[in-house]
């Protein structure tokens, strides 16, 4: 398997080997007028393949307030559907509330860990699963539902498209983040409603997610989990169906 710089390479090589005989009028007529160039194309590969969730190795270094802007207004700039833009952000810089965060995932993670048996328990209790007060900044994301309206265009049939969307927002600004040097971690073991009372969210909005923010010391090359042993990337042809469900490539090869 390639490495993630041969991994971007690739994405950038192949803008060069596709594009380049394509010239002039029939590069527009094909609309690939459009495409990154390489340098930049090889930036965005390079942001998400790079984005690590952070749970260990934050420094102390603040987050100047301008680049937090930068962050935020990437995570406003997500497509959400109908445009509602149902996405709050809670900036938390305060140690008190910080702790009390960690005591809430201090009493998630105790219950999380009782669902496992054996080595998988022993395995699961050395994870790190939150950098929450060696963080910088933490940022409750919330989605209130009722933006927008009662009838929000495009989310008559999925209503939970709002979340999708909120989720979108955090997308972007994770892989901003990288491209700042900076390290994201989402918590997710968390009791939502206490979390919610905590950050004074009102009753209508939803609490969607818990992130841990700051400039770190490193970023792994591969997820955390993956190197604890816990699990390992599913190979994408698995996951890839031709035309209607089950026909992958590794199917098709083994029908032939
Ligand atoms: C919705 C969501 C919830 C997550 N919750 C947690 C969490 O509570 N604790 C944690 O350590 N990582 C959490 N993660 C991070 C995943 O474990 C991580 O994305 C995955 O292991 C792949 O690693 P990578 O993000 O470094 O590629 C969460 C990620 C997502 C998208």
Redesign the pocket.
Known sequence: MPGKTGIIRRAARSYRDEMLPVSGNSREHAGLHHTFSMAERAAVYRAIFE?????RNFLPTPVPDHILMRLLTAAHHAGSVGFMQPWDFVVVRDRAIKSAVKKLFLKANAEAATRYQGKRAALYRN????GIEEAPINIGVTCSRQRGGPHVLGRSMVRDTDLYST?CAIQNLWLAARTEGIGV??????DHSALKRMLGVPKSVTVL?YLCLGYVSNF?A?????TAGW?ERIPLKHLIHYESWGNTVTERKGRR
Request: charged content about 40%.
């Open positions: 984005r690590r969730d952070v749970r994870l790190k699963l939150e989720c971690g989402w918590v997710s073991i968390l997610a792994a591969r997820p955390d989990l993956e699990r």
